[in-house]
């Protein structure tokens, strides 16, 4: 029941979370009709439609459900599944705000769905954790410490050495320190979930330090990607830095969570092979979506015997004979002598 929970938890974040894009979309285009100050020209107008502040009432309830999702199913199976919200705001942009979606959109559409149901299928029964307590001592286990130790060393590394020397010509600079620290801040809202379903089943969550640290860490943890993604948008395309991030920031979540949660410790080989699949297809999917997003796909690059028009032309070439060169000669020559 909780697996069920979880699960329905993230779809319908990504439903949510997707629909909001499109809503404030809406939002601007209907001030730009109306001749006001753009948002990104400084104006504030947007603050006046409603489409806007449904969008961002969207996005919200999205992001709790996404947050709650994280205390009833594995963090390697919430995440992935946050891929559908670009699916999601890809399908809807097409039919609401007549933004093309060419043939690669849409084959990225299709391979992110069936990656998601594979994963869905396959996902990882983590190790019961159920109360502050327990996840205290998940915090304590020496494997975490050094994945959290190595994360942040990197991270400062990152940040202090590479990031003056490469991070305005290398996307991966930045988009790496937002993926490792992301990991940190799942781990941070899975833990902050568990205190919240004890808040509400009546225990005295709010006396207990582990639950404020939690808090603590994960505001420091979202600031600091906030801080570091922008920059690597206002560096790079979001073509490049999207699909980069998703499969960095998911690779990264997934570690985190197979050592501190322990969730691919009990799976069989083929439930193995199928997540890590899984995974795969949706990053194809996404890649195929966003990096060839603004490229044109015209009949003309279709194969000649898929070309609207040119079918007949190309079964008509198919069944005409081909004479080698010595008949084609021989017979022009036999054609001259009976002349």
Known sequence: AGFGAGLGLALASSVFIGGSFVLKKKGLLRLCGRGRARAGQGGHAYLREWLWWAGLLCMGVGEAANFAAYAFAPATLVTPLGAL????????????????????????CILSILGSTVMVIHAPQEEEVSSLESM????????????????????????????????????????????????????????????????FSGKPVLKEPLGWVLLVCLVICISIQINYLNKALDIFNTSVVTPIYYVLFTTAVMMCSAILFKEWQHMVLDNIIGSISGFLTIVSGIFLLHA????????????????????????????????????????????????
Not at 88 to 106: D, M, P, R, T, Y
Not at 318 to 339: I, M, R, V
């Open 292 to 339: 060839f997003r603004d490229m044109p796909f015209t009949p003309n690059l279709l194969p000649l015997f898929l070309q609207p028009g040119r079918a007949d032309r190309h079964q008509f070439c198919q069944h005409q004979p081909l004479l080698p060169s010595e008949d084609k000669g021989s017979q022009s020559a036999e054609e001259e002598e009976e002349e």
């Open 136 to 199: 205290a001592e998940k915090l304590k286990d020496p494997g975490f410490i050094v994945f959290a130790v190595c994360v942040l060393v990197s991270s400062l590394l990152l940040i202090f050495v590479a990031g003056p020397r490469y991070g305005q010509s290398n996307v991966l600079v930045y988009v790496l320190v937002c993926s490792a620290i992301g990991s940190l801040s799942v781990s941070c809202v899975k833990g902050l979930g568990i205190a919240l379903k004890e808040l």
């Open 85 to 108: 919200s670009v699916l999601v705001s890809a399908v809807l942009s097409s039919i609401f705000l007549n933004e093309q979606l060419n043939l690669h959109g849409k084959i990225g």
